[in-house]
């Protein structure tokens, strides 16, 4: 009976692995066929959900993997794209240097912060992290001789290859599947199984001989490092980066979409941005309280799936072996 349980268990793995290889081939024939179809919203939507899918990702590190609710994640988002923009802008530094600097801002800010929020817990963490985001957008919303202040941060742009949307899009879906490899060598490595077992029970961690503290802040910095790449792909597809990317209702957002993907799952947060996306942009067309259904939308993935979404990959799994598990 055991070697049958295997046997059906192998292939039941074998079958799950074709399974995500024909998934992933189709999403990337959709991903690369969106431009085709020449319809700009299509293309400009696309590319906004690139990115904010890599935001969501990035805050997953912290909140699906180590159980740290952050509400100050748009502070780095922000970061990144400041700090690219007032290098292009005053500085006339190159595409690529600016690029990279955003990221390397956004991790810099992480460490600091990161540093004084890993020492509290629960409660205390989240707000936390949600005064030091407020900070960062005080000082970007009242320091207008440089940031522009509310009126933003305009007067740079990509280089020339990239001011068309379709080639844009090329690039931040370059650029984000990069990072979601990235980001998914990271959650399947053992530093990412550390980290979910600090957030299923930190005193068992600490007893085995885990540094929490440092593994939660270096966590904290990998999360900003990525929020500052989304950032900066923001700041130059829009031509511009503005104070309510660093606001407290940006970081609630992506903390919404976490939750509407499933924040156990690391497809969770691609499968919440898509979703709230599509949301966001049909539903004002049909009514004018829109916030309201949007609203019974999460309600009620919350209450009869707070699992999230991705928990219908479930679905997907082979009964036969689950059953076969239990005679055994």
């Known amino acids: 009976m055991n070697a049958r349980v295997e046997q059906m268990t192998q292939g039941g793995a074998a079958a799950a692995s074709r399974r995500t290889l024909y998934v992933l081939a189709a999403v990337s024939i959709l991903l690369l066929a969106i431009p085709v179809f020449g319809y700009q919203p299509l293309i400009i939507n696309a590319t906004d959900t690139l990115i904010l899918a890599l935001l969501v990702l990035s805050l997953n590190l912290l909140v699906g993997y180590g159980g740290m609710i952050s509400m100050g994640h748009a502070a780095f988002f922000a970061t990144g794209g400041y700090t690219a923009g007032l290098l292009a802008k005053f500085v006339d530094t190159p595409f690529l240097v600016a690029f990279a600097a955003g990221p390397l801002a956004a991790a810099i800010l992480a460490a600091i912060i990161g540093a004084l929020c890993v020492r509290l817990t629960h409660a205390y963490f989240i707000m936390l992290t949600l005064a030091f985001a407020q900070l960062v957008y005080t000082v970007i919303w009242k320091w207008r001789g440089l940031t522009g202040g509310d009126d933003g941060l305009i007067g740079f742009s990509p280089p020339t290859f990239l001011l068309n949307n379709t080639v844009y899009y090329y690039f931040a879906l370059a650029v984000v599947t990069a990072c979601i490899y990235a980001l998914y060598r990271i959650c399947e490595s053992p530093f990412g199984r550390t980290l979910t077992a600090i957030r299923d029970n930190p005193d068992r961690a600490t007893f085995i001989g885990v540094n929490v503290r440092a593994k939660q802040w270096t966590a904290f910095i990998i999360a900003g490092f990525f929020a500052g790449v989304a950032g900066v792909l923001q700041a130059y597809f829009h031509r511009g980066m503005f104070v309510n990317a660093a606001h407290f209702i940006t970081s609630a957002d992506a903390l919404v979409i976490l ?23 049909s539903i004002p067309t049909i009514t004018v309280y829109w916030p309201l259904f949007i609203g ?8 009869f799936m707070p699992d999230g979404l991705a928990k219908f990959g479930d679905i997907l799994r082979p009964k036969a072996i689950v059953r076969e598990r239990k005679r055994a």
């Open 259 to 281: 939750l509407l993907g499933g924040s156990r799952w690391f497809v969770g947060p691609l499968i919440g941005a898509v979703v709230f996306k599509i949301l966001f942009i």
């Open 296 to 303: 019974l939308v999460i309600l009620a993935v919350a209450l």
